[in-house]
């Protein structure tokens, strides 16, 4: 089970932190992902974390405003947001998947999902 917290409503330039807890799973078997819908539009890839932690990679809209990271200890991942856009007002879902490697911006390597959390970034 995945259960993401941390959405809300936030001014743009503001900063939110999303949370991913992971339950029923050997969490550190499996490489995490975060992916975004915006009403109208397709799944987008945001971010993406190894195993360990150890390699990460980002979506160019978000490089340098979002990192992700993960705690093993806690079975959990984060989505740290900073300087939002009005642009970045989504629905935000964590995925964990067992096959990943970093260049992969799809949902494929992805077993598992979580229901996701709003954000959204008012102008």
């Known amino acids: 089970q995945l259960v993401e917290s941390g959405g809300g409503l936030v001014q743009a330039g503001g900063s939110l932190r999303l949370s991913c807890a992971v339950s029923g799973l050997t969490f550190s078997n499996y490489a995490m992902g975060w992916f975004r819908q915006a009403p109208g539009k397709e799944q987008e890839f945001v971010a993406s974390?190894?195993?360990?932690?150890?390699?990460?990679n980002a979506a160019d809209s978000v490089k340098g405003r979002f990192s992700i990271s993960r705690d093993n200890a806690r079975n959990t991942v984060y989505l740290q947001m900073n300087s939002l856009k009005p642009e970045d007002t989504a629905v935000y879902y964590c995925?964990?998947?067992?096959?990943?490697?970093?260049?992969?911006?799809?949902?494929?390597?992805?077993?598992?999902w979580g229901q996701g959390t709003q954000v959204s970034v008012s102008s």
């Open positions: 995925a964990a998947g067992r096959t990943w490697s970093i260049g992969d911006v799809t949902t494929t390597p992805y077993d598992y």
């Open positions: 974390i190894s195993k360990s932690g150890r390699f990460t």
